[in-house]
RNA sequence: GCGGAGGGCUGGAUGGCCGCGGGCGGGCAACCGUUCGAGGAAAGUCCGGACUCCACAAGGCCACGGUGCCGGGUAACACCCGGGCGGAGCAAUCCGACGGAAAGCGCCACAGAAAUGAAACCGCCGUGCCCCUCGGGGCGCGGUAAGGGUGAAACGGUGGGGUAAGAGCCCACCGCGCGACGGGUAACCGGAGCGGCACGGCAAGCCCCACCGGGAGCAAUGCCAAAUAGGGAUGUCGCGGGGGCAACCCCGGGGUUUGGCUUUUGCCCCAGACAUCCGGGUUGGCAGCUUGAGGCGCGCGGGCAACCACGCGUCCAGAGGAAUGGUCAUCCAGAGGGGGCAACCCCUUGGACAAAAUCCGGCUUACAGGCCCUCCGCGCAU
């Protein structure tokens, strides 16, 4: 875990954008998927000739499933505040990830470890 | 003090760190500063509107749907207020699909002799014949709705007169129907008098009556841009195209009907090119978008009230995969445990329902805990 900065020469800059467009979320549906407790992470490489606002682009979705209108806000703020701490540090430039909520754990799992787990997914993800 | 009825309010607080959306100001921009940022139900989407687009002369009729005691309030309502009637409760108060059953159709199970302008099963009474152990019994004819029995409901109830036994047959009171007249805006209420007394229930079965009602919805609708496919209308060009019709001409055949080819002209159809206009779909952006039958606060006036009028002040979310938060600490309610005679202290746990999506007025449903007001009954004291 020494070389944790990445060698490349554009770092991760630390803003990133949120996705709005339904096509970009069926598209990063398709692409790789992470189960974990408290959530699940799809991302997906990005063509370089796609658009694009900031070199990272994150979705959030919490259905029907994770429960009424209350449930389903809380469950997305908190999945953007995880999203907040740890993408600038190990998001990748040219990605696009998307946040699924899961009903109560989404709500009720420790927040550190929500984070931890969100870090240790997105290393995974690019080793 | 105990039990109960009605109504209103509230819906954790403070701070640290890190954030989000809109407006305004500055800046080329990145960004910086500043300010505002969920609910009483924002919910269900059940009613009523505003606002858009579509349709439509007024009006009438038919169909369908809705409303349904009366009066008032309101932009409107199925809402609200006041009143009437019926029901529940000792009461405060609560509940009510609460127009019409002499316009018509339909239904009223089971039981019962009979279920609507109904009905003699037992019984009671009179009488003819027969039997008789002289108590009565049997068969028939007739009278009778007082009694028994069935039912949700049986031609009103009690008492008296009357009678062969009975019966509103007659009488008194009660009930019921009609009702002069009076009160009330009305629903409705009171009621002299009259009538011996029936006009059973269901309209949440159809129906009748009165009143109201076009359809679709902000994913409405309008504008802009891009790219794709290429629909419709009109006009022009070109006559070099294809086809059809008519006239004329030529040829062949012929008794006649008639057949074929070609040129030109006219007209029509199809295809072609160009121009203009109109229309549909997709994607993105902007508008609609929050100042409105507005809300809130204060004052004053009218009204029993709902509510209304006036004056002053203030503006209070506007996103669009959707902001209004994440996390930590302390405190405040609540719950559990421990210590202490007690005041209290410590530890753990822990915060209802539910989040704007064009905007208003209602209804309905959900809701931990806390606070306040008014009223009723009982008990105690005086």
């Known amino acids: 875990m020494v070389p944790d900065t990445p060698p490349l020469g554009e770092s991760p800059t630390g803003a990133f954008s949120v996705l709005r467009?339904?096509?970009?979320?069926?598209?990063?549906?398709?692409?790789?998927?992470?189960?974990?407790?408290?959530?699940?992470l799809q991302a997906r490489l990005r063509d370089p000739s796609?658009?694009?606002e900031t070199a990272?682009?994150?979705?959030?979705?919490c259905s029907k499933k994770v429960g009424n209108a209350v449930a389903r806000n809380r469950a997305?703020?908190?999945?953007?505040?995880?999203?907040?701490?740890?993408l600038p540090?190990?998001?990748r430039p040219g990605w696009d990830y998307v946040?699924?909520?899961?009903?109560d754990a989404t709500a009720d799992?420790?927040?550190?470890?929500m984070k931890a787990d969100l870090a240790r997914a997105l290393r995974k993800l690019h080793k």
């Open 99 to 103: 946040l699924i909520g899961r009903a």
């Open 50 to 52: 796609e658009p694009s």
């Open 109 to 113: 799992h420790p927040f550190e470890a």
């Open 76 to 86: 997305k703020r908190r999945l953007r505040e995880i999203a907040r701490a740890v």
């Open 89 to 91: 540090v190990d998001g």
């Open 56 to 61: 990272v682009r994150v979705g959030f979705t």
């Open 21 to 40: 467009k339904r096509a970009d979320f069926l598209r990063a549906a398709r692409a790789q998927r992470v189960p974990l407790p408290a959530f699940l």
